[in-house]
């Protein structure tokens, strides 16, 4: 697990709060979850890359998502290993490894060892925490 941010992007809380809509700052920045279901923009027939919604990093493509039924979005692989950072949490009484953008440490979701063969695992993602960009 690696722990150590590059936090490329450094903001100020109030720099942060102007940016993003206050669901995209709760999420993001305070570590929130959306509700399942209600990610947008996140359909398995759209081609592109996912983008952190704080510092705009390529996070994900749209060739590792895959429905898992769990109803948020879910991908099987980031881009690169150097694009998230993993950081174990214990909050709510349980023990799960969250997934955080290494630029600019925003909180994108959690990763469990329950995905599709190829690598096995599900990265669970808060969809008001990427944008897409369209290829």
Known sequence: MNAKSTLKVDKTDAEWRAQLTPD???ITRQHGTERAFSSPDFELDKTGVYHC???NRP????QAKFDSGTGWPSF???????AVTEHHDTSYGMSRIEIR????DAHLGHVFPDGPPLTGLRYCMNGVALTFEPE
Do not use: N
Request: aromatic fraction near 14%; charged fraction near 20%; hydrophobic fraction near 35%.
């Open 101 to 104: 953008c290494a630029d600019c």
């Open 59 to 62: 996070l994900f493509r749209s």
């Open 24 to 26: 995209q700052y709760r």
């Open 53 to 55: 919604v704080c510092c």
């Open 76 to 82: 099987f692989e980031p881009m690169s290993m150097s």
